[in-house]
């Protein structure tokens, strides 16, 4: 096979499958734990979903473990999630168990595309689409070189009927529409809270509730849920994350059901 012909196939297969994530159910902002294993739902219930991720690996947090020991702790209900993927497990004292945080993400991730999931990696999100109704209607798109390099190159968009911000404690698509439209947010005051200081038991309680349509047409998940509500971080215990994608795509799902199509 020549040079021209490889170059030929990645370009016109990576076109296809780009175009083809121009329309979706549910356009997914971040490839962490939350953001996929919302992503795997999502595509397992047969909704048309995508995943967007700014940088070049998928995972987020999460393949470093704690401070780079690249291990994860998990209560009951993060074991049963990761146990139906088959991710092996350790019990480490009762009601904790640790696995590899390399192999447990990589089975997500695995597992997500295979259901259906189209992911693109080096893909940045900035901005919105927003439509009369005051609801997101999709994303706008660019490559992070282009950002990182501070290019001004004109972006794209996708249109999505949910958007699910799973971008961690960034949680960078509801400051854009904090920050870009002056929008309210469903919070206690309105706007983005901030992420408080660790409490690992707190955090991972309230990431459920937290775990929500906060605007018209976007769910927060993960630790994006967590900032923008104002509750504690969670450290490197990953079961409420889990949870929380399991949530989101729960959410997303009600949503889409309700007609909340445009």
């Given at each position: ?5 490889i170059s ?7 076109s296809?499958?780009?175009l ?30 995508v ?10 947090g ?39 945080a390399l192999e447990?993400?990589?089975?997500i991730?695995?597992?997500a595309?295979q ?15 927003i ?5 997101i ?14 290019l ?8 999505a ?10 949680c ?12 309210y947010?469903?919070?206690p005051?309105?706007?983005i ?5 660790m ?13 929500r ?44 059901k ?5």
């Amino acid at each position: 096979m020549d040079e021209v012909t490889i170059s030929r196939a990645i370009i016109e297969s990576f076109s296809r499958e780009f175009l083809d994530a121009m329309d979706v159910d549910v356009a997914v902002a971040g490839a962490g734990p939350s953001g996929m294993m919302a992503a795997y739902d999502l595509a397992s219930a047969g909704f048309k979903t995508v995943v967007f991720e700014k940088n070049l690996r998928l995972g987020g947090g999460m393949p470093g473990g704690g401070m780079m020991f690249n291990r994860i702790v998990l209560q009951e209900e993060g074991k049963q999630i990761l146990g139906d993927l088959n991710v092996r497990m350790q019990e480490f004292s009762d009601g904790y168990y640790t696995a590899d945080a390399l192999e447990a993400m990589s089975v997500i991730a695995v597992r997500a595309i295979q259901a259906g999931t189209k992911v693109f990696n080096l893909i940045s999100v900035e901005d919105v689409m927003i439509r009369e109704e005051n609801r997101i209607t999709g994303l706008v798109l660019n490559w992070t070189a282009v950002s990182m390099a501070g290019l001004h190159v004109d972006p794209l968009a996708a249109k999505a009927r949910v958007v699910i911000d799973a971008t961690g404690h960034e949680c960078e698509v509801a400051r854009i529409v904090e920050r870009k439209i002056g929008a309210y947010l469903r919070t206690p005051t309105g706007r983005i809270m901030g992420e408080k200081s660790m409490w690992a038991e707190r955090g991972e309680t309230e990431i459920i509730e937290n775990t929500r349509e906060v605007y018209p047409g976007l769910v927060v998940a993960g630790m994006a849920a967590n900032a923008v509500c104002g509750s504690p971080r969670m450290g490197a215990i990953f079961g409420g994350m889990l949870i929380s994608g399991k949530r989101a795509a729960q959410v997303a799902i009600e949503m889409l059901k309700d007609g909340e199509r445009v």
